[in-house]
């Protein structure tokens, strides 16, 4: 059982479709960052969001944070074929004096163009 | 460009040998975490070192060890290699060991074990 479920796992959409992806917890974060990874690199830093109800804008990318903690969607306006990658989503947790992170599986994106 | 390194990109070998695999965090980094990452799996936290100490431990396999040297870079040794340990290994950096952590991954070594 993943302490992080994201979902979708696989998403095939058409250029131009808007989109949703989730990352789902029972455990409480200190933040969640998202990261975006393409085949045969390592995951590139998107974003971190801190508070409850934080919400964080990248260009067509929308980021929130649950209001407990607990979740975070990442919305894409527009979907582009260079949006095509894996994303996951990492959370923070204070463990024994310092900061733990779990990561999702991840949603596989690919938008056809 | 991320500023962290890792050596080779690619490593072929057979079950039952041993090989070393070495990271090169960012300039001013004191943190060095290990990822395998395999299809079915997702991205596994193996080990965690914080300026040549051991700070936390994953899903790290008896089989695997890590070190931190004194000019920070890091090698992720894995022995009696196994089909199932083929996967790409990461290796992250970050410039603390507590806060607000951001790390910086690697293009990563994707190990093959005929």
């Known amino acids: 059982t993943q302490l992080l479920e994201q979902s979708p796992q696989f998403l095939s959409i058409q250029e131009g479709e808007n989109l949703t992806v989730y990352c789902n917890s029972s455990s409480v974060f200190s933040s969640l960052q998202w990261y975006r990874q393409e085949p045969g690199e390592g995951p590139v830093l998107l974003v971190t969001v801190v508070t409850g109800g934080e919400v964080k804008k990248l260009k067509r990318l929308t980021f929130q944070f649950g209001d407990a903690r607990k979740d975070s969607s990442l919305h894409i306006t527009a979907a582009q074929p260079g949006d095509t990658g894996l994303y996951l989503c990492?959370?923070?947790?204070?463990?024994?004096?310092?900061?733990?992170?779990?990561f999702g599986i991840g949603t596989k994106l690919q938008v056809i163009p | 460009d991320s500023g962290v390194t890792q050596t080779p990109k690619h490593l072929i070998t057979a079950t039952g040998q041993r090989v070393t695999l070495r990271c090169s965090p960012r300039s001013g980094d004191l943190s060095v975490y290990w990822y395998q990452q395999s299809l079915d799996q997702g991205l596994q936290f193996l080990i965690q070192?914080?300026?040549?100490?051991?700070?936390a431990k994953g899903n790290i396999l008896e089989r695997f060890s890590a070190q931190q040297f004194p000019d920070l870079h890091s090698e992720l040794n894995l022995s009696s290699l196994e089909l199932g340990d083929s996967a790409l290994y990461f290796c992250?950096?970050?410039?603390?060991?507590?806060?607000?952590?951001?790390?910086?991954f690697g293009p990563g070594t994707r190990l093959t074990v005929l």
């Open positions: 990492a959370g923070a947790r204070r463990s024994g004096g310092y900061q733990k992170v779990t």
């Open positions: 992250a950096s970050s410039a603390l060991a507590s806060g607000s952590t951001v790390q910086f």
């Open positions: 070192y914080y300026n040549g100490e051991e700070r």
